[in-house]
């Protein structure tokens, strides 16, 4: 009986997915600010930009889009990079509330996590993938207004 080395990850665990509910994963909701822009290879040249990327598990082209997440604690951290999985450009349901900002809720959410920073300062960080736009973030009910 050959044994396996132990040291490595198994297949299924690389690249491990979770499918939250947006509502549960962005409980204080999301906006994005700026535009939904193509995910390239790095090719080391500005002018000559590579290839769009691909998903490794469901192939579909990579879009980018810069985020806001008001109920991340940390200041460095609130802002960062949701990627979206569309064979063609995603275009959001929102309309903007300033200038290149919006609210918006994500349909498809794939979180997985990792670890970032460097050192004695290391934190777990996720990356979120999507799979599109939903129609509009719920807004929250306040109470009934009596008419006059």
């Known amino acids: 009986m050959v044994q396996k080395d132990t040291n490595e990850t198994p297949e299924f665990r690389r690249d491990f997915r979770f499918h939250p509910a947006f509502a549960d994963f962005y409980a204080r909701g999301l906006y994005q600010v700026g535009p939904v822009v193509p995910d390239t290879e790095y090719t080391g040249d500005p002018l000559r930009p590579g290839p769009q990327r691909r998903d490794p598990v469901s192939h579909e082209l990579v879009w980018k889009i810069a985020v806001l997440d008001p109920a991340e604690k940390h200041p460095r951290r609130k802002a960062y990079e949701v990627m979206l999985l569309s064979d063609t450009e995603p275009v959001p349901t929102t309309g903007e509330i300033g200038p290149d900002m919006r609210p918006i809720e994500l349909t498809?959410?794939?979180?997985?996590?990792?670890?970032?920073?460097?050192?004695?300062?290391?934190?777990?960080?996720?990356?979120?993938?999507?799979?599109?736009?939903?129609?509009?973030?719920?807004?929250?009910?306040?109470?009934?207004?009596?008419?006059?």
């Not at 777990?124 to 006059?148: F, H, I, Q």
């Open 108 to 148: 498809g959410l794939i979180v997985t996590p990792r670890v970032a920073g460097q050192g004695e300062f290391k934190y777990l960080s996720w990356v979120v993938r999507a799979t599109g736009y939903a129609p509009g973030p719920r807004t929250p009910s306040g109470p009934a207004k009596s008419g006059d």
